[in-house]
């Protein structure tokens, strides 16, 4: 699957989770733009200390919190940085920091901008 494909974020999902309560959804997407970048330190730490289960541990949370609040590329990317880090494969888990990253810095541009798909 091409992460190109998938939208930054998907709000019409998100917000049949939260019962169509617009107001809860911003809520989230508030605490998801105070939160992940801090997932995103964890990763780097962990990345830097070979240290697969912190890896793990840090984008399985990134994709949970990506997926809460419909952000499907980023929650691709932590998605198969996490498959990596369970095989314990430090290689692929570097050179897919960058399109966590990437997607991260387009789920917060979009929210800042007020700019999701319904």
């Not at 494909?5 to 508030?30: C, F, K, N």
């Not at 801090?38 to 240290?51: T, Y």
């Not at 990506?66 to 314990?88: I, K, M, Q, T």
């Not at 050179?95 to 999701?116: I, K, N």
Request: hydrophobic share 45%; net charge negative.
């Amino acid at each position: 699957m091409n992460l190109d494909d998938l939208p930054v974020v998907e709000q019409t999902r998100s917000l049949a989770r939260v019962g169509g309560d617009m107001e809860l959804l911003q809520e989230l997407y508030g605490v998801f733009a105070s939160v992940a970048p801090e997932r995103i330190m964890e990763l780097r730490e962990a990345l830097a200390a070979g240290e697969t289960n912190a890896i793990w541990r840090a984008a399985h949370s990134l994709k949970g919190e990506c997926g809460a609040v419909g952000a499907e590329r980023c929650r691709e990317a932590a998605a198969r940085l996490e498959d990596a880090a369970r095989v314990g494969d430090l290689v692929s888990a570097r050179s897919l920091l960058p399109l966590v990253e990437r997607g991260l810095a387009e789920v917060l541009g979009s929210l800042a901008l007020g700019r999701v798909d319904i």
